[in-house]
């Protein structure tokens, strides 16, 4: 169980043991899509490519439209580290941002595909998980540390520490909590759904969809794509729909006000694989400050940007106009994997 209220921020260095995209990596995918998309088809042909097409038509675009908006992907999305930073730049091109969403929905469905979650698993049958799956990731020890312990009558009271604020697009964690649940507990879907409403999540900028319903019967799962051209369609249209990126309006953003919440009423907060970007670091910025302890992994910065990163999260989280709480403030970023990470700190964090 957890020691004190703790907020987990979850970014995309916390999938990638899951062989899941960084922000380079992902805007690579969004350009190989691009380049295969022909815009040249008879529309119909109901081929991988035309699913793009038909979610943008579906949409409401023009094949002119939809031309001069993927040969602008193609020619300047690597131009940027990210698909975020290059929507920044063309924020006024509503028609680029549409179609960008629209990829962005489908390269991250196919990278939950071949993820270690369901590579090499049949797609149109049930999914069966398995904690080997997870073994190699920090979601493993953190399952087990989270829930260690605790019997089915303890979850809901266990889980009222704990708080997730999520960057990623993609349902990993949920489809982990989810299956991961059921297997410990020797229990059905309706009860691990049950148990999810308890958990305390909040999507920043979106995510593709429910992993999961109260009305399942079957462990068949909206995670990835299907074979099923129609399915497809629905589900890219579906995640495009959800998704935000950081250069929209977030005012009435509701995830975001959750987020803010999350923060103000936690001790510790925790960030896993978090890229520390200043626009995100602003999403969390609380409404008051209060005495808290931040813990984060930065695997692979150098030492100047920790220190300055360091520098950062004390100015957002804390006053420094109180001297008192100034001082109190702590803040701890390691260069390790978010699964060393886990380990280490599994005694600070947890009973």
């Avoid at 916390?14 to 960084?22: C, I, T």
């Avoid at 989810?178 to 879907?189: A, D, F, H």
């Avoid at 309706?190 to 958990?199: L, P, R, T, V, Y």
């Avoid at 602003?282 to 008051?288: G, K, T």
């Amino acid at each position: 169980m957890l020691r004190h209220t703790t907020t987990f921020v979850i970014g995309a260095g916390a999938n990638y043991d899951l062989d899941m995209p960084l922000g380079v990596r992902l805007a690579d995918e969004i350009r190989d899509i691009s380049n295969n998309i022909n815009l040249y088809l008879n529309f119909g042909q109901k081929n991988s490519s035309d699913i793009y097409i038909q979610c943008a038509r579906n949409a409401g675009l023009t094949i002119g439209e939809i031309s001069e908006a993927i040969n602008l992907i193609r020619r300047g999305i690597l131009g940027q580290n990210s698909i975020d930073d290059f929507l920044h730049i063309h924020h006024d091109n509503n028609i680029l941002v549409k179609i960008s969403k629209i990829i962005i929905s489908g390269a991250i469905l196919n990278f939950e595909n071949k993820s270690k979650l369901l590579k090499e698993k049949n797609r149109e049958s049930s999914i069966e998980f398995d904690f080997s799956d997870i073994r190699s990731s920090w979601y493993h020890s953190f399952f087990k540390l989270l829930f260690g312990n605790v019997r089915k009558e303890q979850i809901t009271e266990n889980l009222e520490r704990s708080k997730f604020v999520i960057f990623n697009y993609d349902r990993c964690f949920e489809y982990i909590m989810y299956n991961g649940i059921q297997k410990l507990y020797g229990e059905s879907p309706e009860f691990a759904s049950g148990i999810m409403e308890k958990f305390q999540i909040s999507h920043p900028y979106g995510h593709l969809g429910p992993i999961f319903s109260s009305n399942l019967l079957t462990q068949k799962s909206n995670l990835g794509l299907t074979l099923k051209f129609n399915d497809n369609v629905h589900r890219i249209t579906l995640g495009a729909e959800r998704i935000k990126t950081y250069m929209e309006d977030q005012s009435e953003n509701s995830e975001i006000k959750i987020s803010k919440r999350a923060i103000e009423s936690s001790d510790y907060i925790v960030s896993l694989g978090f890229g520390f970007h200043r626009q995100n670091l602003e999403i969390l910025r609380p409404n008051y400050k209060s005495n808290l302890r931040f813990f984060g992994t930065a695997m692979k910065f150098s030492e100047e940007n920790i220190q300055a990163i360091e520098s950062d999260i004390r100015s957002i989280f804390c006053d420094s106009s109180d001297a008192a709480q100034f001082h109190k403030f702590s803040t701890r970023l390691l260069n390790s994997s978010c699964a060393d990470f886990i380990e280490r700190l599994s005694r600070t964090l947890f009973t």
